[in-house]
């Protein structure tokens, strides 16, 4: 048995799919989000059925990509319909359950958030709903998981209803229905409420978005720093490398295997920053010096989604974000990317044209440093004080803003308004938080550290067989030339398409100048992505834009790296 | 007296019944997916500087909308308030 859950955007339907499965579904609190379904199973009476999270949809003639898909896959068919709706948007809802109506599709209604409509003062007469649509209708709260045994037991009631309307008069029945099942009591705005006004008015709206970035950013430096200072760094130090230790002095403490598995020992004891071994440095470096920030990162991030904010913030950029060529909802893939840039550029599907797109994936590549590369700069470059990271981080806004402008005025095609539901503001649902936090990290684990593994290894076959070193000598005009690097940082810029943090560490024993490390830091920052966000955006642009791409990537990063060589 | 002017005619928090929508298709089918339609009454909650995105709501839900769009719907005020332009 096949049972789809469908619904708006943003109405808990994600939710709802967790208390029934179990399963890993990533629910934020912004629309669009499942834009590639989920499917999980579930026992109703000793009888196991599939279910399936649908994207979310207004309506079954579909306006955007995640529509679209939505319908794609009800028109596969199904044996029931689970449509969620949310309680306090029954008006807007039940346009979509009328549409769903006419498929013929045994389905029950789900009265979800249903809480929240009683709190503000919003009652449905829930029988007589039942009656007019002739469906069966539960009411949940998924949040809390009430109301959720309730619609498992009545999901055998599903029917198929005998509701008939002609498509012009779709609203008027909706307003019939509205009219005789809901009665709205007046009532006071609540606290959340002006808050929610206040984050999008123009004034106090900035406000709101510095001070929300500001603890963002000190929040994930804290969690981080913790991770790093108390936890890792520790049990690298004091547990492993003597365990190291004991495993070189076996191996004879050199050789192609020992220095390959170790490293080189500095000064007789192992440097995880410098050694290069895979396991050292290979493990260090996405394990110790990488996670804590990825792990902090996407706590704050998948909060600052649940809670609702994300749509506010893209109001508020907007008008800078028009100046580029794309619009507000750009700063969902920018987000994301400062993250991991594959995430990031796999929601680029939520802008609708191939300009936008392109646009918005090729900023996102160039000038927003993934959390792996960031954790790595913040270790390099930050040794020497703040001023060279402010530098850094200022040379790649400006990059992202005077490309994005470059691009709007030459780039062909057609960029689309702003249009995006606010939604209120929601205290995210910790199970659903955590498990989405979990999701990810589990995500950077599988996908990172066997590319960090590869990295190191390719390294040492590269120094090993003097490759790097003839690699320096051909390209020395240009990194030494043009940019002012050593030779050797020929090895860090190859390696970079593997893993960028890789790279950056590869620039630790270097003994580069405070000028060369900001210069480097943004290179290999710009000049390509790495591996598997190259792969992503072959993926989604096609490889003639690719192309494109990629050549405004070098041209721009040598650009960059040639004026600030001259300049600083 | 009442009057018809667009969106981003009327001040924010001001309130207006929608008689007309000019765009294309596309933003009529966007509108009524989210349930605004033509004859709803809608207030304008925010509307961002320098030809910002424009913020409606009716009842429980907020949609922001470009500023271009919001010039495309032409909403009938009660003409009490401040109009501008």
Known sequence: MKILLMGNPNVGKSVVFNRLTGADVIASNYPGTTVEFTRGHIKIKEQIAEIIDVPGTYTLEPTCDAEEIAVEMLEKGADKIINVVDSTNLERSLNLTLQLIKRKIPMILDLNIYDEAVHKGISIAVEKLEHMLGLPCVTTCAVTGEGIKGLVDRLDDAAVSDLNYVDNDKWKKIGDIISSVQTITHRHHTFIEKLSDASVRPFTGIQIAIVVMLLAFFIIRIIGETLIGYVLEPIFEKLWAPLMLKFSDIMGQQGFLHDLLIGKLINGEIDFGQSFGLMTTGLFVPIASVLPYVVAFYLVLSFLEDSGYLPRMAVMVDTLFHRLGIHGLAIIPMMLGLGCNVPGVLSTRILETQRERFIAATLLSIAVPCMALQAMIVGLVGRSGVSGLIVVYITLFFVWVALGMLMDRFVKGRSLEIFTEIPPYRIPYLRGLIKKVWVRIKWFIMEAVPYVLLGVFIVNLLYTFGIIQYMGKIASPIVTGVLGLPEETVGALAIGFLRKDVAVGMLAPLDMTWKQLVIAAVVLTMYFPCIATFSTLVKELGVGNMIKSTAIMVTASLVVGGLLNLFL | ?85
Do not use: H
Not at chain 2, 16 to 35: P, S
Not at chain 2, 41 to 66: E, L
């Open chain 2, 1 to 85: 007296m009442s009057k018809i002017v667009s969106l981003n005619e009327i001040p924010i928090n001001t309130s207006g019944k929608i008689v007309e929508i000019n765009g294309g298709r596309r933003l009529f089918a966007k509108l009524e997916a989210m349930g605004i339609k033509i004859g709803d009454v809608i207030t304008k909650t925010s509307a961002q500087w320098m030809k910002g995105p424009v913020i409606i709501r009716k009842g429980n839900t907020d949609v922001a909308i470009g500023y271009g769009m919001a010039g495309k719907i032409m909403v009938e005020t009660s003409g009490k308030g401040r109009l501008t332009g």
